[in-house]
């Protein structure tokens, strides 16, 4: 195996994964962390990783109509509700940090419908898919090797 396909060492793993497991239990919604996961590892194009979560999100009830429209969330009226909205856009606006901050009003709106301890998991979620899918894409993990 290259340098370049060896995942991290376990130290760094377990971390990282003790990382996204704590958000994704503080978040309390398992539904709604994977929607978040595979947004952002749609934008950052991670295809391991939206391998494996969009399995698992099948396996928490996501349905089919909410995976296929994902990529187009703000456009599928009625799809997503106000409260998958504003984690979706609070996903977007850290993932893909174009202005430098993310915005006031998208972080005011995912306050609206996230009390602070579910906040900060949500948080912590966005933040713990983004580094795995830096490390996925960078040593260019393909997809296919999940196993539950």
């Not at 503080?26 to 399995?55: T, Y």
């Not at 703000?74 to 977007?92: C, N, P, S």
């Not at 174009?98 to 419908?113: C, I, L, M």
């Not at 998991?121 to 997809?143: D, E, Q, Y």
Request: net charge negative; hydrophobic share 45%; proline share 4%.
């Amino acid at each position: 195996m290259s340098t370049r396909t060896r995942l991290l060492d376990a130290p760094v793993a377990q971390a990282m994964s003790a990382l996204s497991a704590a958000a994704k239990r503080g978040l309390g919604d398992p539904g709604l962390a994977e929607l978040v996961v595979i947004r952002a590892s749609q934008l950052n194009h991670c295809a391991f990783c939206l391998d494996m979560h969009l399995r698992i999100a099948r396996e928490h009830g996501v349905s089919e109509r909410q995976l296929d429209l994902l990529a187009a969330w703000q456009e599928a009226e009625g799809v997503f509700d106000e409260r998958e909205r504003a984690a979706l856009a609070l996903t977007e606006a850290m993932t893909v940090l174009t202005d430098g901050f993310v915005p006031d009003a998208v972080y005011e709106t995912a306050a609206k419908h996230f009390d602070e301890a579910r906040l900060t998991h949500l948080i912590g979620l966005i933040v713990a898919i983004n580094n795995w899918n830096r490390v996925m894409v960078s040593r260019r993990i393909p997809p296919g090797g999940y196993t539950p």
